[in-house]
């Protein structure tokens, strides 16, 4: 089995694609500033389940990895409410990408909460 079969990942590269074509709207000033953090900590995201996946025949590492993507998603989100304020994105679109993120962190939960399924 690979990591790209994980509900997680593949949610979690779905949003992380979102967020990378909507910043494409965003303004060039904040190329190095805010489209860089909120790309990176999206994309953050699946590589930290990728990497914990690879070694979850040992749980703590899997179990740290998952947190470090729980966090990483959690940031992700700390971005678009700066998007939010700084007027990039609308009240609607930081709720739906807010909404999908929520939801991977609800998956990534459920693979730290129950590591010997993913075994």
Avoid at 64 to 76: G, P, R, Y
């Amino acid at each position: 089995m690979s990591f790209k079969t994980l509900l997680a990942y593949q949610k979690g590269f779905d949003l992380a694609m979102e967020i990378f074509h909507l910043t494409k709207t965003f303004p060039k000033s904040e190329v190095f500033a805010l489209t860089s953090q909120v790309v990176r900590s999206s994309r953050s995201v699946c590589s930290n389940i990728a990497e914990g996946y690879r070694k979850r025949q040992y749980e703590k590492h899997f179990k740290s990895k998952l947190s470090d993507a729980d966090s990483e998603n959690s940031e992700t989100q700390l971005w678009l409410e700066f998007a939010l304020a700084c007027e990039y994105i609308s009240e609607a679109k930081r709720l739906e990408l807010q909404n999908k993120s929520e939801e991977i962190g609800k998956l990534i939960n459920y693979m730290i909460n129950n590591p010997d399924k993913f075994k």
